[in-house]
């Protein structure tokens, strides 16, 4: 059996620990918050028997084999290396870091104690995900030449809430344009060339992202993010020789479609039980098990290259922004005598 403390008890680490019921040869046994309320009524919620108000007190808990980090992004490397550093095994919530900086450190901390640590994507490891990597890996679409993937949601403008709030890593980009890039990243491989632009909103973070992602062999991403505007939340993968069409939600879809040329379509099943989060939890596991201190479907290169990708993303959007305000008369959209911001 398994062992697992949970830190940062919010929305996130509920469904974490309600998949981890759908799991047979692991239990959380111990949660950590900085409230000591937060850390009781979660554990009362999922029957863990010790709370901690102190992420050092969960850290020497010698009953915790492995963390999940489910804490703000902000504090992702700060906490990650606080487990590590107590021998602590990780699986760390994406995104993994604020940026490929914090990602490299991450990493070199793991690597030097020889302790597991992976990012959450967990979109890699649902079934429809490892059918899609079958059919990639079949040559059923030929050589895959163009990715493109959105997600984005509308949200009330919530200052308070950490998708609006840049102290905390918020923003399009860092918690919804992760999935776009990272499945460019796993059809066509790291991104070499990056042209982005986006919008800025009122609380200071990316509301609207917008990238195309060159990479080997004349392949294109074309990716889009968005946090106050709804959009199709799909993914299509064209090939020389066919496509994959990946449903809404493109993060966890229960089935995709390979259309082949002259073979018609094929509608391939990937539906499952509960959240889906039980899927990553399973990877960690087997990898522990077989003495892995990195997943191969999620290894860390592939983490610090996302996190690169990302880093180059929001630097050309912070750009454009700044070029776009400046372009703008000081007296625009200022009816009633006021300057505009």
């Given at each position: 059996?398994?062992?697992w ?18 799991v ?16 009781t ?46 021998g602590?095994h ?45 059919v ?29 709030d ?5 923003g ?8 776009p890039?990272?499945?460019?990243s ?47 939340c ?10 994959i ?18 073979g ?17 939890i ?60």
């Amino acid at each position: 059996m398994i062992r697992w403390g949970v830190v940062g008890p919010g929305e996130i680490a509920a469904g974490f620990a309600e998949a981890m019921r759908l799991v047979d040869d692991g239990e959380i046994v111990a949660v950590a918050s900085r409230s000591i309320e937060r850390a009781t009524a979660f554990g009362d919620r999922f029957r863990i028997p010790t709370r901690y108000d102190d992420y050092a007190a969960l850290a020497a808990d010698p009953d915790v084999d492995v963390v999940y980090v489910a804490t703000p992004a902000s504090r992702h490397e700060q906490d990650t290396v606080t487990f590590l550093e107590a021998g602590k095994h990780i699986l760390c919530e994406k995104p993994f870091a604020i940026n490929a900086r914090q990602a490299r450190q991450m990493a070199e901390h793991a690597r030097a104690r020889g302790l597991f640590l992976m990012e959450a994507i967990w979109s890699r490891f649902l079934p429809t995900y490892r059918s899609l990597v079958d059919v990639l890996a079949s040559g059923r679409i030929g050589q895959p030449l163009l990715v493109e993937a959105d997600f984005g949601m509308r949200w009330p403008i919530r200052p308070e809430h950490r998708l609006f709030d840049p102290d905390l890593g918020g923003g399009a980009l860092l918690d919804l344009g992760i999935y776009p890039v990272q499945l460019c990243s796993l059809v066509l491989g790291s991104a070499e060339h990056v042209a982005a632009a986006g919008v800025i909103g009122e609380t200071g973070v990316d509301e609207q992202v917008a990238a195309v992602l060159r990479h080997a062999r004349g392949a294109l991403g074309v990716v889009k993010a968005a946090i106050r505007v709804t959009m199709t939340c799909t993914a299509r993968i064209a090939g020389t020789d066919g496509s994959i069409d990946l449903p809404a939600f493109m993060h966890c879809p229960n089935a995709l479609t390979v259309t082949t040329r002259p073979g018609g379509a094929e509608h391939i099943d990937g539906s499952y039980e509960g959240n889906g989060l039980q899927f990553e939890i399973a990877e960690v596991h087997r990898c522990l098990l077989e003495g892995l201190t990195e997943s191969p479907v999620m290894p860390l290169d592939e983490t610090i290259a996302l996190a690169s990708t990302l880093d180059a993303i929001r630097a050309q959007v912070l750009t454009s922004a700044a070029r776009s305000r400046s372009s703008v008369p000081a007296h625009a959209g200022a009816s009633d005598g006021r300057r505009a911001r």
